[in-house]
């Protein structure tokens, strides 16, 4: 298995432009998760998924979307990039069966917003 | 709000020493703790859990004490290696709520030869 696969791995992107971070696991996983990692700082939660169809808003949902229409893929959307969207990204998935709750990380994506 | 912080945000040790990181959550409804560790340039990578019905766990170098009444939570690595140095973050859930976790600020741990 491959985990969790995130693209790309580094970006710059101007102020007022869009992207998509790809996220994919191949672990068959129900639970997706999107964080952002200011530096010297623990892990935000963006968004997260309990399934495909379904999302919810995490702790700084503000500036990004989320679309979850298959259970690998989780895209997190940056509609009108701004300095303070600049941070490094992690996707992660887990599976939700009343254990574990461990959650497994992409590699991350770096983002520069200047 | 409530949130899950660390005492030290640095800790540096010989190889070889046992290491102590600690961890102090204010979520009294938390049930569930999970240590992860965090190399430069990669993604947090899980270590260790333990539940609220237990006070101690262990893993291969590692143990975890949870102190329910003080609301302390310690990752203990014994005889520390080099490959130890990294971000620890300790994170909490409710297992009975939403089941996100919430992570703290982390602690680096450098290991010097």
Known sequence: ?114 | GESVGLHLPTLSVQEGDNSIINCAYSNSASDYFIWYKQESGKGPQFIIDIRSNMDKRQGQRVTVLLNKTVKHLSLQIAATQPGDSAVYFCAETNQGGSEKLVFGKGTKLTVNP
């Open chain 1, 1 to 114: 298995n491959a985990g969790v696969t995130q693209t790309p791995k580094f970006r710059i992107l101007k102020i007022g432009q869009s992207m998509t971070l790809q996220c994919t696991q191949d672990m068959n996983h129900n639970y997706m998760y999107w964080y952002r990692q200011d530096p010297g700082m623990g892990l935000k939660l963006i968004y997260y998924s309990v399934g495909a169809g379904i999302t919810d808003k995490g702790e700084v949902p503000n500036g990004y979307n989320v679309s979850r229409s298959t259970t690998e893929d989780f895209p997190l959307r940056l509609e009108l990039a701004a300095p303070s969207q600049t941070s490094v990204y992690f996707c992660a998935s887990s599976y939700s069966s009343g254990g574990s709750y461990e959650q497994y990380f992409g590699p991350g994506t770096r983002l520069t917003v200047t």
